[in-house]
């Protein structure tokens, strides 16, 4: 099962409230708050997709770039030896780090596919 859904390249959480007998979620990878929710998987979709274009409706009429997520840049803190570790293992493979650990991460995502 997949907690997770995309449209126009926002991704969106999937939740379940067996209290309240309701699904909802958030776009999430931006700091704007956009919810939605749905009585059922269809509703769910469909508020995600609404809340998705209000958003950017909203950001259009008031003249603001809307956010983007997942941009390609982020910081990743580790322990000095593994980053001389990573260092080290991508010299001896005549790359840079930063496509050593490009690299890396997408084969621990393919690996996981």
Not at 29 to 52: K, M, P, Q
Not at 77 to 98: D, G
């Amino acid at each position: 099962m997949n907690n997770t859904m995309e449209y126009k390249g926002y991704v969106g959480s999937i939740e379940f409230s067996e209290e309240d007998a309701i699904f909802y979620g958030k776009v999430i990878g931006i700091r704007s708050l956009i919810s939605y929710e749905g009585e059922n998987a269809r509703d769910l979709v469909s508020d995600f997709h609404t809340a998705v274009d209000d958003y950017l409706t909203m950001c259009e009429a008031e003249g603001l770039a809307p956010e983007v997520a997942y941009k390609g840049s982020f910081n990743v803190r580790i322990s000095p030896e593994l980053h001389k570790q990573a260092v080290i293992a991508a010299i001896s493979r005549q790359m840079s780090l930063n496509k050593f650990v490009e690299t890396s991460i997408e084969q621990a995502v393919m690996s996981n596919a």
